[in-house]
């Protein structure tokens, strides 16, 4: 594999704010590896979502004051990597319902990069653009970029419908129509994409290897708050909302009591969770924990502490077709994990147990407890070394430099 030799600059349109991505997504990761691949050969610029002039007030206070004040609105995050929020009139879900306003909204953010790039010395001539989703059609051609990457990490359109699905679909078959390279995280994107673009590359998520596996390291320390539950611990780690799979964990819950069942992430409750009653089962099961957010390069900690590492999704939305962060920063962990059938997760059997039932499911956590192969640990270990954001960017970088001399001939 080619490591990036030659210069060039990227402009990334952020899926969120840099600080409130909790370090665990996927354009952060990547953003990272590539800066670091490139410095002393090019720069990065990643553009937050714009703070809004007329709704900002209410729904993004803090960071409205901050804009306004012109104070840390471009950061330098590292040698190479700059963190910049820009502002606009509106919205464009919202502006488009106003005459003229997505126009005067491209010309602000225009104005605003353009100035940028020049202080910061951004070569055009090798200026390559990076976008997520087809809401930032607008973002098209706003740099001027030499070249247009697409990275699709979700299948955005499985979660709407009606007017809004034809008009996210029109929205993504103009991206494709510019893209020059269309990235996508897993096989089920990868062959949907195909039908739609020449330009497709499959690059799923990836994982920090050498701090989750730290979780397999002596002098790691386990949180107090965990070390002193029951064991065995099962574990995940990620968001508690409604995209789990509840009749899965009440199941777990209620049939082995002695089972410590251990969350560490945000909670998300809503009026349609606390309606069913596998979830109502699951939330008053007192061997249920929940532990909450925690900081990333904690983790390992938490993880540590697990005997078995979970992923109990919903197969519905855009679970079938994704690529689990979590999976493998499990598999850095060497501990045993049991999954739903998300079809990228398959392919990672028998490394990774994955059930089609509640019932499978719990006989996989129940033979992953009886897990005595030490060998085990460590080929999960080399296969999460494979997976590496490291390598992941090294692949991104290698695929951009080729399309970029293929466009200079």
Same mark, same amino acid.
Request: charge should be positive; include cysteine.
């Given at each position: 594999?080619?490591?990036?030799?030659?210069?060039?600059?990227?402009?990334?349109?952020?899926?969120?704010?840099?600080?409130?991505?909790?370090?665990?997504?996927?354009?952060?990761?990547?953003?990272?590896?590539?800066?670091?691949?490139?410095?002393?050969?090019?720069?990065?610029?990643?553009?937050?979502?714009?703070?809004?002039?007329?709704?900002?007030?209410?729904?993004?206070?803090?960071?409205?004051?901050?804009?306004?004040?012109?104070?840390? +609105?471009?950061?330098?995050?590292?040698?190479?990597?700059?963190?910049?929020?820009?502002?606009?009139?509106?919205?464009?879900?919202?502006?488009?319902?106003?005459?003229?306003?997505?126009?005067?909204?491209?010309?602000?953010?225009?104005?605003?990069?353009?100035?940028?790039?020049?202080?910061?010395?951004?070569?055009?001539?090798?200026?390559?653009?990076?976008?997520?989703?087809?809401?930032?059609?607008?973002?098209?051609?706003?740099?001027?970029?030499?070249?247009? +990457? @697409?990275?699709?990490?979700?299948?955005?359109?499985?979660?709407?419908?009606?007017?809004?699905?034809?008009?996210?679909?029109?929205?993504?078959?103009?991206?494709?129509?510019?893209?020059?390279?269309?990235?996508?995280?897993?096989?089920?994107?990868?062959?949907?994409?195909?039908?739609?673009?020449?330009?497709?590359?499959?690059?799923?998520?990836?994982?920090?290897?050498?701090?989750?596996?730290?979780?397999?390291?002596?002098?790691?320390?386990?949180?107090?708050?965990?070390?002193?539950?029951?064991?065995?611990?099962?574990?995940?780690?990620?968001?508690?909302?409604?995209?789990?799979?509840?009749?899965?964990?009440?199941?777990?819950?209620?049939?082995?009591?002695?089972?410590?069942?251990?969350?560490?992430?945000?909670?998300?409750?809503?009026?349609?969770?606390?309606?069913?009653?596998?979830?109502?089962?699951?939330?008053?099961?007192?061997?249920?924990?929940?532990?909450?957010?925690?900081?990333?390069?904690?983790?390992?900690?938490?993880?540590?502490?697990?005997?078995?590492?979970?992923?109990?999704?919903?197969?519905?939305?855009?679970?079938?077709?994704?690529?689990?962060?979590?999976?493998?920063? @499990?598999?850095?962990?060497?501990?045993?994990?049991?999954?739903?059938?998300?079809?990228?997760?398959?392919?990672?059997?028998?490394?990774?147990?994955?059930?089609?039932?509640?019932?499978?499911?719990?006989?996989?956590?129940?033979?992953?407890?009886?897990?005595?192969?030490?060998?085990?640990?460590?080929?999960?270990?080399?296969?999460?070394?494979?997976?590496?954001?490291?390598?992941?960017?090294?692949?991104?970088?290698?695929?951009?430099?080729?399309?970029?001399?293929?466009?200079?001939?």
């Amino acid at each position: 594999m080619r490591l990036f030799y030659k210069q060039y600059d990227f402009v990334v349109f952020l899926d969120a704010d840099w600080d409130t991505q909790g370090k665990r997504n996927r354009q952060h990761f990547l953003i990272r590896e590539i800066a670091r691949l490139s410095e002393g050969k090019g720069k990065v610029l990643a553009i937050e979502r714009p703070v809004c002039l007329i709704t900002g007030l209410f729904r993004q206070r803090l960071k409205f004051f901050r804009r306004l004040k012109c104070k840390k +609105v471009l950061h330098r995050e590292s040698e190479n990597l700059f963190i910049y929020t820009p502002f606009i009139c509106l919205h464009n879900l919202l502006a488009a319902s106003v005459p003229l306003l997505p126009i005067l909204n491209r010309l602000l953010m225009k104005w605003q990069v353009k100035r940028l790039l020049h202080k910061l010395k951004f070569r055009h001539e090798s200026l390559v653009a990076w976008i997520h989703h087809p809401y930032q059609l607008e973002d098209v051609g706003l740099v001027n970029e030499k070249m247009l +990457v @697409y990275d699709i990490f979700d299948d955005y359109s499985s979660n709407v419908k009606g007017k809004q699905l034809t008009n996210l679909q029109q929205r993504e078959n103009c991206i494709l129509s510019h893209a020059d390279v269309v990235f996508v995280v897993s096989e089920k994107l990868l062959k949907m994409m195909k039908n739609r673009t020449k330009h497709v590359h499959l690059i799923p998520n990836g994982a920090d290897v050498e701090l989750f596996a730290k979780a397999m390291k002596p002098e790691t320390k386990i949180p107090s708050e965990i070390a002193a539950l029951p064991r065995p611990v099962i574990g995940f780690v990620g968001k508690v909302a409604a995209w789990l799979n509840f009749e899965i964990l009440a199941k777990l819950a209620v049939s082995h009591p002695e089972w410590s069942m251990v969350f560490v992430g945000m909670y998300e409750g809503n009026s349609k969770l606390s309606g069913l009653p596998e979830y109502r089962l699951f939330s008053q099961s007192p061997n249920v924990y929940l532990l909450g957010p925690k900081s990333h390069t904690t983790l390992p900690g938490y993880l540590k502490a697990f005997d078995v590492c979970i992923i109990p999704y919903l197969l519905e939305g855009q679970v079938p077709s994704s690529s689990p962060l979590k999976l493998y920063e @499990y598999l850095a962990t060497g501990k045993p994990i049991v999954s739903v059938n998300i079809s990228h997760v398959y392919s990672f059997v028998p490394l990774v147990r994955v059930a089609y039932s509640a019932d499978e499911f719990e006989r996989n956590v129940e033979e992953a407890l009886k897990e005595k192969d030490s060998n085990i640990c460590q080929q999960r270990l080399d296969v999460a070394r494979k997976n590496s954001w490291k390598r992941r960017a090294e692949k991104v970088l290698e695929i951009i430099e080729r399309k970029l001399e293929e466009k200079a001939v």
